[in-house]
């Protein structure tokens, strides 16, 4: 989270603090945790004094306070401009709501994420509970659709909103990140990962399997911006994998590879060049050839699908609960 100063805060969550960069000369030091003290159930303490389990991540509200959800506690604290830390949200027990709650006597399971909605409400990703729960006025309640029934995620772990008043919600379980507009209407949009975040200009920015992406606003168009680098183009002994699962040699001799730990489809040539083809599948697992050289590739990201790669853009066959379907068909897709 970055404040109106520049200065930048990061939930450390191995090492149970909070820290920030400060903007003018960027030295970084603790600002919440790293003490022994417990977080106090009612009034504050000096946030440095205390001690937290695993924050997770941060956010700024609209008067400056620091909102952290630790992971471990069960718990949203805010954190005051002048170092004041008190809890906003659980009470530190597992657990979940039927109905509009006191926050302080609530119960979340895992919170993993924190965002600000465009009427100030503080969005809370409840992923223990496959929920999202709204926060204001001290009182807790889930967030629900345009009938009025909760709305459930697979594993809620980012969450972010846009100028527009849409919410986005990265659900770690599958490879869309799902989209609640003003009107309580759930959509998605193509692009997967465990943390969301939206630009001014409505890009869409996920972190996944070691990689940031951009969706571009108002189309499909998905690219790797960060996380790129496996050793592409380098000699033999600067290759970088991670999990490589599945092999294939096509007609021409080259040998295809799907590198599931970083989510590409690499190609080898039998000039020994090696070249990633794509990056838009999430974990690919298996592939396989057919007999007109053309290559396949299964991965197993949001509900499992079966992609052809065509000139590095992999076409679906097979995508999800649509399998069955797909497949009974699949010979008039060609």
Known sequence: AVDSAGNVFIADLGNAVVRRVSASDGSIQVWAGGGKDPVPTVGAAPARNVAMLQPRDVVLDRTGNLLIADFGAHRVYSVTPGGAISVIAGNGEIGSIVRQTQALLAPLSYPSALAIDANGYVLIADSGNRRVRRLGAGYLWTVTDKNSREIEFGTPTGIATDSSGRTYVADGSTSRIAVITPALELTSVPIGGTSVAVAPYFDVFTVSERRVRRLAAGTSRVEVIAGQGAGDGRVRTEWRFSSPSSAVRDNSGSVWIADTGLGRIRRLTTGGDLTTVTTALE????????????????DRAGGGGVYRVDNGS?????????????????????
């Open 314 to 334: 992999p076409r679906a066959l097979v995508q999800g609960q649509h399998r069955l379907a797909s497949l009974l068909h699949g010979a008039q897709l060609d």
């Open 283 to 298: 974990n690919p697992l298996s592939m396989a050839v057919d007999s007109a050289g053309r290559i396949w590739a299964g």
